[in-house]
């Protein structure tokens, strides 16, 4: 029984190690975020890795949902699973850059958005970790919003960075850990 402790206590940190290197992997100048994506009505075809982007230039979604909303529309399917959703909510580069990311940490079978958002979330279940977050938001435009998040539980923050998306906001793949 005892050799399941310092099972237990790696996985507690590895998992928020791992989410903070999700997300904070992503960075590409350090001024930005990872990009949050908005709800969607269950339609919608799953957002992949390999989509294309846009064609026309992206407008601010219409509706009530926010950059914070969609931020945390985004958490909490990721953490379900609600494969569809969450990856609706990130723009295909940064769903690439993240399966990268984890790849390159050594887990084996990560090959697309939707085995990531089941992968994490599995490791999220597992540890019992909360996706309590607090959320303000910094600065917003039509073509895009950014977002101070702090996770309450697992010490990281960062800022996070959406453009608008079909119907609500996305994250993007520009993201950078703060703490």
């Known amino acids: 029984m005892t050799h399941l402790l310092p099972r237990r206590r790696t996985r507690r940190v590895a ?9 904070a992997g992503c960075s590409t100048d350090g001024t930005d ?29 219409a509706g009530d949902e926010g950059p914070e909303d969609s931020f945390r529309t985004w958490l909490a399917a990721s ?5 569809a959703t969450a990856c609706a909510y990130m723009t295909p580069e940064l769903a690439q850059r993240m399966v990268d990311e984890i790849t ?3 887990f084996p079978g990560i090959t697309d958005c939707a085995t990531l958002i089941e992968m994490t ?3 999220y279940a597992a540890v019992g970790q909360s996706s309590e977050t607090q959320v303000e938001l ?5 073509d895009s919003a950014r977002l101070h998040v702090v996770y309450t ?9 959406l453009q608008p998306g079909d119907g609500h906001w996305v994250l993007t793949e520009r993201s950078a850990e703060e703490c």
């Open 15 to 23: 998992v928020p190690l791992l989410v903070a290197a999700l997300l």
């Open 33 to 61: 975020a990872p990009p949050t994506a908005a709800p969607t009505t269950g339609s919608e075809p799953t957002a992949s890795a390999t989509a294309a982007p846009p064609a026309a230039a992206p407008q601010a979604p």
């Open 79 to 83: 953490r379900a699973p609600d494969v």
């Open 104 to 106: 390159a940490r050594g």
């Open 121 to 123: 979330a599995g490791l």
């Open 138 to 142: 910094l600065e917003q435009t039509a």
């Open 153 to 161: 539980e697992g010490s990281s923050c960062g800022s996070i960075v």
